[in-house]
C-alpha cells in the first residue's frame, strides 16, 4: 500500500491535471448510506415502484413518502475527509473537475468548485407541469409534499430511473474525462451507464487511472493503473498529503 500510495501520488503531482469521479462510497463516511446495501432505501422502497419517472408521473405523493426520508438523511450530511481532501487538491491546481454521481452537494460544501453533478442535485426542484424550478429552502415553505403554484407537485432535480442524463452534465463530464492526464476513481464500482464510461474515456485518451475502493471491482483488473483499497477519507488524505508535498517540492 506504501508504494502505491507514492506512485499515485507522484503520478498526480507530475502530470497534474486530475480528473476525478465519485461515487455513493466517497459519502458513506457522511453518514449518506449506498441506496444498494443493507439498510439502504432499496431494502425498503422497491426502485422500480419509487424511483422512476413513471412511477413520480403516476402518484407524485406516494413516491414523495420515499423522497421524505432521503432528503433528511441528506440534510443531516456534512462533508468528510475525503471530499475536503479533494477540495484541497483543486485550489492546489493538482485536481481541474469532479464528476459525481451523487446529488448530496457535498463536494460544493467541502469547497470543491468544478463539480459535474451527473445525476443531478436535490438542493432545487422543478415542476414537470409547468416548468418552473425553485430551492429546496423555497420549497419548505410549501407544505409537504411541496406543491408549484400551478398546483402540480415538485420533483427534486435528480435524475430518475428513465430520464436522461441532463445534456450539459453528460456534455461536460465527457470534456473532463478527455482532457485529464490522470483520472481518479473514489467509491464507486462504476457499473451504471454512462458514468462508468469516463474511466475508459480518460484511458483512451492517454490517462492513468487510479482507484480508490473498499474492495477491487471490474475496473481493477482492466482499467486501474494504481489501486488504493480503503475508506476514502483515510486514503484521500494521506494521497493529497503526499501529492501537496510533492508539488510544493517541484515547484
Known amino acids: 500500500m506504501e508504494e502505491r500510495l507514492s506512485e499515485a501520488a507522484r503520478l498526480m503531482a507530475v502530470r497534474r491535471r486530475v480528473a ?10 457522511s453518514g449518506i448510506p449506498d441506496f444498494r446495501s443493507r439498510g439502504g432505501l432499496w431494502e425498503r422502497f ?17 413516491v414523495w413518502k420515499m423522497l421524505a426520508e432521503m432528503e433528511a438523511v441528506l440534510d443531516a450530511a456534512r462533508p468528510n475527509p475525503a471530499h475536503e481532501a479533494l477540495a484541497r487538491l483543486e485550489q492546489a491546481g493538482v485536481v481541474t473537475g469532479v464528476i459525481t454521481q ?7 460544501a467541502a469547497g470543491s468548485r468544478k463539480v459535474v453533478e451527473f445525476h443531478g442535485s436535490h438542493r432545487t426542484l422543478s415542476c414537470l407541469a409547468c416548468g418552473a424550478r425553485i ?55 462504476a457499473e451504471v451507464a454512462p458514468a462508468n464510461q469516463m474511466p475508459w474515456v480518460a484511458k483512451q485518451a492517454g490517462a492513468a ?6 474492495a477491487p471491482t471490474h475496473l481493477t483488473e482492466s482499467v486501474t493503473d494504481v489501486f488504493l483499497e480503503g475508506k476514502a477519507g483515510r486514503v484521500l488524505q494521506d494521497l493529497a498529503d503526499r501529492t501537496m508535498a510533492l508539488v510544493e517540492t517541484r515547484d
Open 20 to 29: 476525478v469521479l465519485t461515487g455513493a462510497g466517497i459519502s458513506v463516511e
Open 46 to 62: 422497491d426502485p422500480a415502484e419509487y424511483a422512476t419517472i413513471q412511477a413520480f408521473r403516476a402518484d407524485p405523493a406516494k
Open 102 to 108: 451523487n446529488i448530496d452537494g457535498l463536494h460544493q
Open 135 to 189: 430551492s429546496r429552502n423555497e420549497a419548505r415553505q410549501r407544505g409537504h409534499p411541496p406543491a408549484c403554484g400551478c398546483g402540480a407537485l415538485l420533483k427534486p432535480d435528480v435524475v430518475f430511473f428513465g430520464e436522461p442524463i441532463p445534456e450539459g452534465a453528460l456534455r461536460e463530464a465527457y470534456r473532463v474525462a478527455a482532457s485529464c492526464r490522470v483520472m481518479l476513481v473514489v467509491g464507486t464500482s
Open 209 to 214: 487511472v487510479i482507484e480508490v475502493n473498499l
